[in-house]
């Protein structure tokens, strides 16, 4: 490993070394949240508000941290979230995070606006890909996305539901991210002629399609033989309707980047659960940077959570070994805190290691 890694502790120090790397419009981009950034706050804070109820006198020498979702083995209950743009923290791009998560048991999944393919992506996380779809206003494009994304051999489609609009995120405006001329993103294809006046995340918005509704998402179970996963649900009123359209649910506000003040995944995770009853499975993300914010999203009801901007603090940081970095320290933090809790097996982590 690097010697420089080693110093960095915990995730707030790798962000705030990142944010010495990277250039000020990629760190705007990457850490900024939407108008008043409550909600982002509000996804760490909810963590340190959680307590632990940890049990005494059990045998804890050996200790299992793996799941599985959807069939894919995992060594401990984390992925990698979609990001777009793992070009901008690093040459090698998505390709290098997707081999630091693939080594290390863990899963990758692909943001639609990536700066690699999703073949190259996929080989190098052979079985642990997802890919995540933004649909598009035009729906051809979407679905020559998912068949490539199938062919390829991703396990899994993540369809984002909660941006058909991009939120206000003010950083961005006071120092908007600019991608170099000749950047090729292999998912959105030559600019559409007159668009010239967009910068490039505004672009991309356009391309999305505002009028997205169930009756898509029906549109799309008949376009794939692939388990799809709604992300972006935040009220068991959606989770339920997501488990009667044969969907997983991915709990999320998009790390506080789409709609300030919603609620925070793990406020709403409870009753999501409850709505699911069993049918799918539930994951989350948002805030994620200790090992015991693991273990309480977990005990409350997700088959595992992902993590977005602290994988690219590790890209930036150090490209593959980085993002390896980063998810070693939360899988030892993950452990030692069940361990300290008094829990042997990811199963038998449940809501009495909550204090509600
Ligand atoms: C820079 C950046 C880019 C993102 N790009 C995408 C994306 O392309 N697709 C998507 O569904 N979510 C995207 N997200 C949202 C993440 O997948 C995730 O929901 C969110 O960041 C919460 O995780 P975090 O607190 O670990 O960052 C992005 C987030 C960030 C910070
Ligand atoms: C290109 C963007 C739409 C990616 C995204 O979801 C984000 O920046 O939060």
């Not at 996804?43 to 959807?70: C, F, H, I, W």
């Not at 679905?143 to 051999?153: I, K, S, Y």
């Not at 940081?317 to 069940?338: I, P």
Request: aromatic letters at 6%.
């Amino acid at each position: 490993m690097t010697p420089t890694l080693k110093q960095y502790l915990n995730l707030q120090e790798l962000e705030a070394a990142a944010a010495e790397v990277l250039s000020p419009a990629a760190f705007a981009y990457y850490r900024g949240g939407a108008n008043d950034e409550h909600t982002l706050r509000a996804n760490r804070d909810g963590y340190a508000q959680l307590k632990l109820r940890p049990r005494m006198l059990v045998d804890v020498s050996n200790v299992d941290t793996s799941t599985e979702v959807l069939g894919v083995p995992l060594s401990f209950p984390l992925g990698i979230a979609p990001c777009a743009m793992h070009g901008l923290c690093h040459p090698d791009a998505e390709v290098a995070t997707a081999r630091a998560a693939a080594s290390l048991g863990s899963l990758m999944t692909l943001s639609t606006m990536s700066h690699r393919t999703i073949e190259d992506v996929s080989q190098a996380a052979p079985e642990r890909l997802w890919f995540q779809l933004y649909v598009y206003r035009d729906r051809e494009i979407s679905r020559a996305l998912v068949q490539r994304a199938e062919a390829a051999g991703a396990r899994a489609l993540v369809v984002t539901v909660d941006a058909p609009y991009l939120g206000r995120r003010e950083a961005i405006i006071k120092t908007p991210v600019h991608i170099e001329p000749g950047t090729i993103l292999p998912n959105i294809g030559p600019r559409r002629p007159g668009s010239e006046q967009l910068d490039d995340l505004r672009y991309f918005d356009s391309l999305l399609d505002p009028a997205l509704t169930w009756k898509d998402i029906a549109w799309l179970r008949q376009q794939t033989q692939l388990p799809i996963i709604l992300k972006g649900i935040l009220t068991h009123e959606d989770a339920g309707l997501a488990a009667q359209h044969g969907c997983h649910v991915w709990a999320s506000n998009h790390g506080g980047r789409q709609l300030d003040t919603a609620v925070t995944a793990l406020e709403a995770l409870p009753e999501i659960v409850e709505a699911v009853e069993g049918r799918v499975e539930v994951y989350l993300d948002g805030g994620i940077t200790r090992g015991t914010d693991i273990l309480k999203a977990v005990a409350l009801g997700a088959k595992a959570v992902f993590i977005a901007r602290a994988a690219l603090y590790g890209l930036a940081l150090a490209g593959e070994e980085g993002v390896r970095y980063t998810l070693q320290l939360l899988q030892d933090e993950f452990r030692l805190a069940m361990m300290l809790s008094g829990k042997t097996r990811v199963s038998e982590l449940g809501s009495d290691l909550l204090k509600m």
